[in-house]
């Protein structure tokens, strides 16, 4: 690797591996060189080694076993797709380069679980959509996502295959209400096998949940929505600023 490339040295190395995957030179389900083989070879740091492992991780191109080795699960990348979040302008926008897939619809009460999660007294009626969310134009799904409504709303069904749909834009249109805040909480899960199957992951693999509350007039709960995204489909970026400092 030429120390005249402006790349790190992990990325190099990555970038080289990727291509001897490609190139058949470590097949899919051979074991990579060990880390101190490999820090010789290209006289870099294990350290290095390391970072350049974690980059091919995260494209899925190898997974990593304690006792084992480093074994090659695929000879191409993943496809991903991140979408970077900071305002709530930034989400209308997502959801505006997306399209849902309704699943099922189920009327449900809320019981002390459900309720915890919507915020909501044990017993009240919402309307349950079940769906995917899609990159308009490709067939992998973003996430899995339940929405839930108030049963007044119901009819918005029709709409949610719609291209360039939101749900809480959907309230807007069709029953004169306006969102006005978005709450979100964000956590880490494992993906149950039946989510899992949807999505094309491995069950209990990692994923992201995130709750939004939508929020309308008089701090009125609108709509709420649960999203699991798989590992490395979605992305975060949030920015602080201390109040009086220009650019």
């Not at 990555?14 to 389900?29: E, H, N, Q, W």
């Not at 308009?136 to 973003?142: E, K, N, R």
């Not at 701090?219 to 798989?230: A, D, E, G, Q, T």
Request: charge should be positive; charged fraction near 25%; hydrophobic fraction near 35%.
């Amino acid at each position: 690797m030429s120390p005249q490339t402006a790349a790190p040295r992990y990325r190099q190395l990555a970038d080289t591996l990727i291509r001897d995957i490609g190139a058949g030179k470590y097949p899919v389900g051979t074991l990579l060189p060990p880390e101190f083989e490999l820090s010789e070879r290209y006289g870099v740091s294990r350290h290095t080694v390391r970072e350049a492992f974690r980059r091919l991780a995260g494209m899925g191109l190898i997974s990593r076993h304690p006792g084992i080795g480093t074994r090659v699960r695929a000879k191409s990348a993943e496809q991903r797709y991140l979408a970077s979040l900071s305002t709530l302008a930034d989400l209308f926008q997502y959801t505006k380069r997306t399209r849902l897939k309704l699943l099922a619809e189920h009327r449900v009460q809320a019981d002390a679980p459900l309720a915890a999660m919507l915020r909501c007294k044990r017993g009240q009626a919402w309307i349950e959509f079940e769906t995917c969310r899609y990159l308009i134009g490709t067939a992998q799904p973003i996430s899995y996502t339940q929405i839930y409504v108030y049963p007044g709303y119901a009819a918005i069904r029709d709409h949610l295959g719609e291209r360039s749909v939101w749900v809480y834009g959907l309230v807007e249109r069709y029953y004169g209400e306006r969102i006005v805040e978005v709450q979100q909480e964000i956590g880490a899960v494992s993906i149950e096998p039946r989510i899992a199957a949807i999505l094309g992951v491995k069950p209990r693999s990692a994923g992201l949940q995130v709750l939004r509350y939508y929020i309308g007039r008089g701090k009125r709960l609108l709509s709420v929505s649960m999203n699991i995204y798989p590992e490395n489909r979605f992305k975060f970026s949030t920015r602080w600023r201390l109040e009086g400092e220009q650019d």
